[in-house]
């Protein structure tokens, strides 16, 4: 028997959660043949907590960051699946059934869910001011005038710490360095007062000083404003800093979902725990190899049968693994797993 | 910014300081001068000059001076205005040239005009329909245009034109406006004359900016800046145009300088062929005729035309990239 | 125009798993996979073959001696060769029957279908050398010998002024105008390699100059400096002479994109980790450049070649056109298209304008082909 339970049936909190995606779906139907992304995802977030997904490069974490506000490029298509936005705890509305680059997802992105990118340079148009830009977000999502806005831009710049804020708002972006020119892309997207703040590998670029002061931005300002953040990353170390539900991704899939203390504590996937293992630890005994995952990821046009994971599996279970695929199953409190392991079906 | 328009501005002197050198070698290259040709010509009508009479004209008219001597008294003439004698023509350049030069670039900014009226709009909408019907029907024009060098596309639209229309394409004036002062009624009348040539002219160079476009486009769609800006919240529609597009302009801007001096090159062709009242049909003559100041300031004025022109769609192009000054190189 | 250097590490993507197949292939079958991804590509080289093959079989592929004038057999129109004589097969022309119109006094031609010329393969025709040096007379097309009357001739695509067969000169006139154009770009690339190699490699002053020298080629119209430089020829030069200071001074102007791009590729690659590793392992400044950083342009280049030959062809053909490249005799499209100069020719023989469909074919064909190839020479990119 199957059972799919979502994050809040298990705390019981008796509030939908701010954000519910279920069994997301979302391929890429190029000339060499059909890659599959996102195949299957499905994982919560809270209001005011942090999600934090993690996962090797390729394991479609970005792709599903953009399917929940439908910014996929072509040949990228949805296919299928439920992403459930509810603002007040509500029953919420799904989001991939609004009308792509229609009036009312447009007026979700920006305004109720916002971005922040991974390359902070490229992010930012390089004709256009940085002043002009921030102003834009925020006079499409509120009815400021022009030089409301601007005052608005200017305290948000220094609310994210940037020195001179008045100045940088006719400057250009080639013209910050790397830190300040993310801390203005956190100013551009919270400027309207998201509920959720996606966060798509924000500090993989920066170097580890900077990468800490942005984390910092981060939590004191969800502090003051409440929003959730969904965190993207491959680096498990900013996780454990960050976030308060882990999910971990593989090949398309979440494969594991709980609260960071006890992912980290007792992780069930096999993959989990093969991950976290092969992190470099001041306990490890002197001279032993770092254990990695043996083999490597596949090609997502070569998925493996049954369990995605099935060939690197050290708890390979021949009769099933390489035959179906698993659900997540509850593994623990507030923990799921897909994993036969924790029940075959 | 300054700094870097000083720079320009230099290189552009000095790149019209090359033309004139350029011209003033061509026009001396043929073994002989004009004397010499107009000696030829007269014998062929039956009179014969003696040697020492064509010396004399030859010191009338300067030519037994060293080349530098003469390139020095050349330069400083048109310093002051003065392009010199026709021989060909025994009347002053600046009479022979006349509008023609006026009509030239006349002609020349209308087919800039025209380029970026046509080859934009279709450039973005073959970019954002990509693979579309629309797309390749333009893409097969675009290399069409290419293809065909503009002479043989005026002399294949002549050729229809007469047959299908019977309607006589030359000229850039109806009859009673040929020597008529400016009007309004004038400048119409160019304009309804003008625009074969200009599509004649300007096929190339919409092609070129067609897929150029295009090609910038599909690169700048595919950046993260996109994503950021689709995220906030834009509509396509505006989103495209005030970002992908601004940045793909650049590119175009700066091909509009390249084409510039292909534009005055076909105009001369394309007039020869279509018997327009610009440069091109009495350069040729000049250049068969060995006319030396009427070719060289003709060379000149071209040249000196195209390289402004160049420099000033730098100055566009710095207004609408302000990275482009920074290239240190 | 310039490539953007990547400007800075991102984390890998999904494309990229696509780039681990490729990682394994030489340099040499990327490029030949890609470019046979376009089809249209592959058509268009198709074509350009085609054409040369014609340069080297002109004679052999000639009807008459394309020089053959004579002057009351002028601008006949052409006589397509059928290939059924009623019902029976029968390879054949119509003869054509002229007589002097009474009004306008000219010759007026028409297809006279009750005469029939049989043609056959490989036919008898005047003398040539095959490849310059086997002298034969065998044609392609040709007429039977049996039935060779004085009156008797095919004229594929008619005849121009002087009653020369417009489809022999054709194919001659392929000759000249596709050669000229290698000439030309083969020393246009010599140019743009070597100045854009120094300028690129070099940097500083060096390269200052050149730009400047590429500048200030680029903003000069060519046109009326190729037709001044034209008209100096003096008249008793030979057509050779000519042939060659034509090719000599349109690659003066041709050289600079392909200068560009060389340098361009070198100021990126200069500062790039191999570079440097043969510079510390003692490698000379000639060795590094010739052995380490050119062979990753030959692609760049044969792209760049392609697409600059269709500017030599058009170049020499305007020039010859306007009467200031080559002359009669030589033959070239652009000589054959001098006698298309004016509609009222064009209007009562049009078959005049035929030359203009090579030059357009030959031309998209090369953009064609170029194009695949400058997308197929870079297999990292995109």
């Known amino acids: 028997m199957n059972i799919e339970q979502t994050e809040s049936e298990i705390l019981n909190t008796g509030t939908e959660p701010l954000l519910s995606v279920k069994d997301l779906k979302t391929y890429f139907f190029t000339d060499e043949g059909t890659v599959k992304a996102v195949d299957g995802a499905s994982f919560d977030v809270q209001s005011g907590t942090t999600l934090g997904i993690v996962g090797e490069s390729g394991c479609g974490k970005s792709i599903t960051a953009k399917s929940i506000l439908q910014i996929i490029d072509s040949p990228g298509r949805i296919v299928d699946g439920e992403v459930k936005f509810s603002r007040n705890g509500d029953a919420g509305r799904?989001?991939?059934?609004?009308?792509?680059?229609?009036?009312?997802?447009?007026?979700?992105?920006?305004?109720?869910?916002?971005?922040?990118?991974?390359?902070?340079?490229?992010?930012?148009?390089?004709?256009?001011?940085?002043?002009?830009?921030?102003?834009?977000?925020?006079?499409?999502?509120?009815?400021?005038?022009?030089?409301?806005?601007?005052?608005?831009?200017?305290?948000?710049?220094?609310?994210?710490?940037?020195?001179?804020?008045?100045?940088r708002m006719s400057e250009y972006a080639y013209q910050f360095s790397g830190g300040q020119r993310q801390r203005a892309m956190i100013a551009m997207a919270l400027c309207t007062d998201p509920k959720l703040l996606i966060?798509?590998?924000?500090?993989?670029?920066?170097?580890?000083?900077?990468?800490?002061?942005?984390?910092?931005?981060?939590?004191?300002?969800?502090?003051?404003?409440?929003?959730?953040?969904?965190?993207?990353?491959h680096d498990l170390g900013v996780i454990a800093e960050i976030a308060d539900t882990v999910a971990v991704m593989y090949l398309g899939r979440v494969v594991e979902v709980g609260p960071v203390e006890t992912i980290f504590s007792s992780p069930k996937h096999p993959y989990t725990k093969a991950l976290l293992s092969s992190v470099p630890t001041v306990y490890a005994a002197p001279r032993e190899r770092l254990p990695s995952i043996t083999g490597a990821i596949p090609h997502p046009q070569n998925r493996p049968s049954g369990c995605a994971f099935h060939p690197r599996c050290s708890s390979y279970m021949s009769d099933i693994c390489s035959v179906k695929e698993p659900d997540l199953v509850s593994v623990g409190t507030d923990q799921q797993a897909s994993c036969f392991l924790y029940g075959r079906d | 910014m300054l700094g870097y328009l000083t720079r320009r501005l230099f290189y552009a002197g000095l790149a019209i300081w090359a033309v004139t050198m350029i011209s003033f070698f061509i026009i001396n290259l043929p073994p002989g001068?004009?004397?010499?040709?107009?000696?030829?010509?007269?014998?062929?009508?039956?009179?014969?000059?003696?040697?020492?009479?064509?010396?004399?004209?030859?010191?009338?008219?300067?030519?037994?001076?060293?080349?530098?001597?003469?390139?020095?008294?050349?330069?400083?003439?048109?310093?002051?205005?003065?392009?010199?004698?026709?021989?060909?023509?025994?009347?002053?350049?600046?009479?022979?040239?006349?509008?023609?030069?006026?009509?030239t670039m006349i002609l020349a900014a209308g087919t800039i005009v025209f380029i970026w009226l046509v080859a934009i709009p279709i450039g973005i909408l073959s970019a954002v329909r990509q693979y579309s019907i629309w797309d390749h029907t333009f893409t097969f024009f675009g290399f069409v245009g290419l293809a065909v060098p503009d002479f043989l596309l005026a002399l294949v639209m002549m050729y229809f034109a007469f047959v299908m229309f019977d309607f006589s394409v030359g000229g850039l004036f109806s009859p009673e406006y040929v020597t008529a002062a400016w009007s309004f009624g004038r400048g119409v009348d160019l304009a309804q004359h003008m625009i074969i040539p200009i599509i004649i002219l300007g096929t190339a160079g919409t092609a070129s900016l067609i897929r150029i476009t295009r090609a910038n486009l599909l690169d700048e769609l595919r950046k993260p800046y996109?994503?950021?800006?689709?995220?906030?919240?834009?509509?396509?529609?505006?989103?495209?145009?005030?970002?992908?597009?601004?940045?793909?302009?650049?590119p175009a801007i700066s091909m509009t300088a390249y084409i510039l001096p292909f534009l005055v090159s076909g105009s001369i062709v394309v007039s020869v062929v279509l018997g327009l009242p610009t440069v091109g049909p009495i350069l040729l003559k000049a250049l068969v005729a060995q006319d030396m100041y009427l070719a060289g300031a003709i060379v000149f004025l071209i040249g000196s035309m195209t390289v402004v022109g160049t420099f000033l769609s730098d100055l566009l192009l710095v207004w609408a990239d302000p990275r482009v000054q920074f290239e240190g190189r | 125009m310039e490539m953007n250097p990547i400007e800075q590490e991102r984390s890998p993507d999904i494309e990229d798993f696509v780039e681990d197949r490729i990682s394994v292939a030489s340099q040499r079958q990327l490029i030949w996979w890609r470019f046979k991804r376009h089809k249209v590509a592959l058509v268009a080289t198709a074509i350009v073959l085609a054409f040369y093959v014609i340069v080297v079989f002109a004679d052999f592929l000639s009807t008459s001696d394309p020089s053959d004038s004579e002057a009351f057999r002028g601008l006949m129109p052409p006589q397509t060769v059928k290939v059924f004589d009623g019902w029976k097969p029968g390879l054949h022309v119509c003869a054509i029957s002229g007589e002097r119109s009474k009004i306008t006094f000219q010759k007026e031609y028409t297809l006279d279908c009750t005469e029939k010329i049989p043609v056959r393969l490989?036919?008898?025709?005047?003398?040539?050398?095959?490849?310059?040096?086997?002298?034969?007379?065998?044609?392609?097309?040709?007429?039977?010998?049996?039935?060779?009357?004085?009156?008797?001739?095919?004229?594929?695509?008619?005849?121009?002024?002087?009653?020369?067969d417009m489809y022999s000169r054709l194919l001659h006139g392929t000759r000249i105008s596709l050669t000229i154009g290698l000439f030309g770009v083969g020393m246009s690339i010599v140019l743009g390699i070597v100045l854009g190699a120094i300028s690129g490699f070099y940097g500083g002053l060096i390269d200052n100059l050149i730009q400047r020298l590429v500048e200030i080629v680029r903003s000069i119209p060519s046109i009326p400096l190729y037709m001044g430089i034209a008209a100096a020829f003096p008249s008793d030069w030979s057509i050779l002479k000519i042939y060659f200071a034509i090719t000599i001074i349109i690659s003066l102007f041709a050289w600079t994109d392909l200068a560009r791009v060389i340098r361009g590729r070198f100021l990126t690659m200069r500062d790039e980790d191999f570079v440097t590793a043969a510079m510390l392992s003692g490698a000379s400044q000639r060795r590094i450049i010739f052995r380490h950083m050119l062979p990753s342009f030959y692609s760049h280049i044969i792209a760049a070649a392609s697409l600059a030959l269709p500017f030599m062809i058009i170049a020499e053909t305007t020039l010859s056109f306007l009467g200031l490249g080559l002359r009669p005799p030589a033959i070239s499209w652009g000589t054959l298209l001098q006698d298309a100069q004016n509609v009222q020719t064009i209007a009562l023989t049009p078959w005049l304008m035929i030359p203009a469909i090579p030059v357009i074919l030959i031309i998209l064909a090369l953009n064609f082909m170029g194009d695949g190839l400058r997308d197929a020479a870079d297999p990292y990119s995109n």
């Open chain 1, 94 to 167: 799904n989001l991939l059934e609004m009308k792509p680059n229609g009036s009312e997802i447009r007026s979700v992105r920006g305004g109720e869910i916002s971005m922040i990118f991974q390359e902070p340079m490229t992010s930012f148009s390089p004709v256009h001011t940085f002043g002009n830009q921030i102003v834009e977000a925020i006079m499409l999502h509120s009815s400021l005038n022009n030089q409301e806005a601007h005052d608005l831009a200017v305290d948000w710049m220094s609310r994210v710490g940037i020195p001179n804020p008045e100045q």
């Open chain 2, 226 to 250: 996109v994503s950021t800006a689709r995220a906030k919240g834009l509509s396509e529609t505006r989103l495209i145009l005030k970002y992908p597009v601004r940045l793909a302009l650049n």
């Open chain 2, 33 to 103: 001068d004009y004397v010499t040709s107009y000696v030829a010509q007269l014998a062929i009508q039956g009179s014969i000059i003696q040697a020492d009479e064509a010396d004399n004209l030859r010191e009338f008219y300067g030519l037994d001076r060293p080349m530098y001597v003469q390139y020095a008294k050349w330069m400083n003439q048109i310093l002051h205005g003065n392009l010199g004698f026709s021989f060909e023509f025994g009347l002053p350049v600046n009479d022979v040239i006349g509008e023609r030069l006026l009509l």
């Open chain 3, 122 to 164: 490989f036919a008898r025709g005047y003398q040539y050398k095959l490849f310059g040096v086997i002298p034969t007379d065998r044609h392609l097309l040709g007429m039977s010998d049996d039935t060779l009357r004085p009156e008797d001739h095919i004229y594929l695509l008619g005849t121009d002024k002087q009653g020369r």
């Open chain 1, 199 to 233: 966060a798509d590998e924000p500090t993989t670029a920066l170097d580890v000083t900077t990468q800490a002061q942005i984390l910092d931005l981060l939590q004191s300002l969800q502090k003051q404003n409440g929003m959730s953040i969904m965190f993207i990353t």
